[in-house]
């Protein structure tokens, strides 16, 4: 058990839906990282949250955004859904912001019918 | 850009023989490097890192060196079991700011008793 925790586990939508998925770092981290990964593209960056701010983007689109709250939980929002969006997304954390240890959640596994 | 190039799968090999999963990255600077595995159904855990050249990681006996000369970071263990199959990702953070971290496709490992 990574101590990261992200919810739902599963999720299945329609097209054009929107949904938000929700990850708790581990107890102390300050920086939350949010990945994609699918069959066809692989393990992906999205975007990366330190203490509540935006600190660096990966691959993300504009359809999807993310947020950290002040108690460090994260939120990543999903929007216009797409067939293609359908995918495991994971949450990592670490304490800082340099080149450390990636501790990653169980997952969100999202299913678009 | 970064990238991060390994075998793909399925690399099949039988109870107590060697194993090398071969991985080569490319990158500015000096990053960092991880392997991870992913036991089926599950996130991903860090196997072991390594932060600079020459560098030795090991964990639960397998081993990578960190090779500036060669850009390199292959991943060996001297006597697999059947509980070691699971993906494995090959992974380096840049740091400075920016540390999402940028994966290899991944190696699907089969032990077969």
């Known amino acids: 058990d990574s101590g990261v925790t992200q919810t739902p586990k599963h999720l299945i939508t329609a097209t054009g839906q929107r949904v938000t998925l929700r990850c708790s770092p581990r107890?102390?981290?300050?920086?939350v990282y949010w990945y994609q990964q699918s069959l066809d593209q692989g393990l992906q960056f999205l975007i990366q949250y330190y203490n509540g701010e935006e600190r660096a983007k990966g691959n993300i689109l504009e359809r999807f955004s993310a947020q950290q709250f002040p108690d460090l939980h994260s939120e990543l929002n999903l929007s216009s859904l797409e067939l293609g969006d359908s995918a495991l997304y994971f949450c990592a954390s670490s304490p800082g912001t340099s080149q450390e240890t990636q501790y990653f959640g169980p997952g969100t596994r999202l299913l678009v019918l | 850009g970064n990238s991060v190039t390994q075998m793909e799968g399925p690399v099949t090999l039988s109870e107590e023989a060697f194993l090398t999963i071969n991985c080569t990255y490319t990158?500015?600077?000096?990053?960092?490097l991880f392997w991870y595995v992913q036991y089926p159904g599950e996130g991903l855990q860090l196997l072991l890192k390594a932060t600079k050249a020459d560098d030795k990681g090991s964990n639960k006996g397998f081993e990578a060196t960190y090779r500036k000369e060669t850009t390199s970071f292959h991943l060996e263990k001297g006597s697999v079991q059947v509980s070691d199959s699971a993906v494995y990702f090959c992974?380096?953070?840049?740091?400075?700011?920016?540390?999402?971290?940028?994966f290899g496709k991944g190696t699907h490992l089969i032990i077969q008793p």
């Open positions: 990158a500015t600077g000096y990053p960092s």
């Open positions: 992974a380096l953070s840049q740091g400075g700011g920016a540390d999402g971290l940028t």
């Open positions: 107890s102390g981290d300050l920086s």
